[in-house]
């Protein structure tokens, strides 16, 4: 299910990894491999994509609110708060009847996870992760002295340029 045959899609999503619509198709077939948590949603995304990519958790549970309430999912709440998410009979027939799409958004998760754990990407995830935490910190906390972030801001626009010079793309 996470690659192998399928079409292939072209064109660009705009630097998005799903497009609207594609989660609540990447949770529901989750879902139909074994009941779920939500952060277990999360993390195995994360996986998938070789550490480089993980949805929001506003993302994933809006969408299993969503598809609780479309009847495609059923919630059981557990002690510590925590809620497990089932596939139900419904959800198994909408995921199959839209099977198409599914495949179509595995495949493209395939691809890109599989970029983004090739030797050279492994190195710049994690330098780029690295980047993430020094850049927005502790709860952001210099992004209202205007002069950090200009400075913060310009290191970042400078080591785009730099790379862009290094891939050839010229920059922009």
């Not at 995921?95 to 030797?119: C, M, P, T, Y």
């Amino acid at each position: 299910m996470w690659g192998g045959g399928g079409r292939k899609r072209g064109g660009s999503r705009g630097g998005r990894i799903f497009e609207q619509g594609d989660l609540k198709y990447v949770i529901l077939q989750l879902l139909a491999e074994k009941p779920r948590h939500g952060y277990e949603i999360i993390k195995e995304l994360e996986e998938k994509f070789g550490g480089a990519y993980a949805p929001s958790a506003g993302a994933v549970y809006p969408t299993l609110s969503l598809l609780e309430d479309l009847g495609y999912a059923t919630v059981t709440p557990e002690e510590g708060g925590r809620k497990t998410y089932t596939i139900t009979d419904e959800g198994r027939r909408y995921l199959e009847q839209n099977r198409s799409s599914v495949d179509d958004i595995f495949e493209r998760i395939a691809e890109l996870g599989a970029s983004f754990l090739s030797d050279g990407m492994t190195e710049i995830n994690r330098a780029m992760a690295g980047v993430g935490r020094a850049a927005y910190g502790p709860a952001g906390r210099y992004f209202r002295d205007k002069e950090k972030v200009a400075k913060v801001r310009e290191i970042l626009e400078r080591a785009a340029r730099e790379i862009d010079e290094i891939v050839g793309r010229g920059g922009g």
